[in-house]
């Protein structure tokens, strides 16, 4: 009579599952700490393959194939200066923007987080000695990310003005009407945006992080 109610040894019962047992060749090894990569983001276009992530570091991977080499080496082409800057997949915009998150690149193979950098550098004996929040850049992150909410192409603003890899629309007429969106809803995606990524930066969430890295 009660099959369709758990009983409180039944809710007992209910197995805790270590992430390693997630381990297959479905879900690779997370470069940067080891554990299991899970599916994140189904691929789309403008994308190399779909995207998984790791429940442990947060880092982000783009296709199937994920090595140590390959993450170090995309950590080196976000090199600011003295600085590495991330786009933060532990940000809030990546939690708000999900599929549609600035962050997420054409060019994105790996989607890092200040503790995914700070595992994945220790391969090469290094530390992250300083992490601040870059506040033009994470704005913009975060706008951009309000207003792929409302087009159908991806970073259509910020690529226009050289500051991201866009995804533009299919059809001439979905382009089309995604300009005019990006004009029309400017300025208020702006006002929304500025509040969400202050808050994000208080904290520790903002979308846009500088690592400064020092040899042990
Ligand atoms: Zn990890």
């Known amino acids: 009579m009660n099959a369709g109610r758990a009983t409180p040894s039944r809710q007992r019962r209910t197995p805790v599952v270590a992430l390693e047992a997630g381990a297959g060749p479905e879900n690779p090894p997370c470069p940067a700490c080891g554990e299991p990569l899970f599916g994140w983001i189904d691929a789309r276009p403008g994308l190399a393959g779909p995207v998984s992530r790791c429940e442990s570091c947060g880092l982000g991977a783009v296709g199937s194939a994920v090595r140590v080499e390959d993450a170090l080496e995309a950590l080196d082409r976000v090199r600011d200066g003295e600085a590495i800057r991330i786009a933060n997949r532990a940000s809030f915009s990546a939690w708000i923007g999900g599929a549609g998150w600035a962050g997420l690149q054409p060019s994105s ?79 208020p995606a702006l006002l929304v945006a500025v509040p969400l990524e202050l808050t994000a930066a208080a904290t520790r969430r903002g979308s846009t992080v500088s690592l400064h890295l020092e040899l042990l």
């Not at 992490?131 to 159908?152: D, E, H, K």
């Not at 007429?173 to 809803?185: G, K, M, T």
């Open 109 to 187: 193979r790996y989607l890092f987080t200040p503790e995914s950098v700070r595992r994945l550098v220790a391969n090469r004996d290094q530390v992250v000695s300083k992490s601040r929040w870059s506040p033009g850049a994470g704005i913009a992150t975060m706008w951009q990310t309000v207003l792929n909410g409302f087009t159908f192409g991806r970073n259509v603003a910020l690529g226009r003005l050289g500051r991201a890899g866009a995804v533009h629309a299919e059809r001439p007429w979905q382009r089309r009407l995604d300009a005019l969106i990006c004009v029309v809803v400017a300025i």
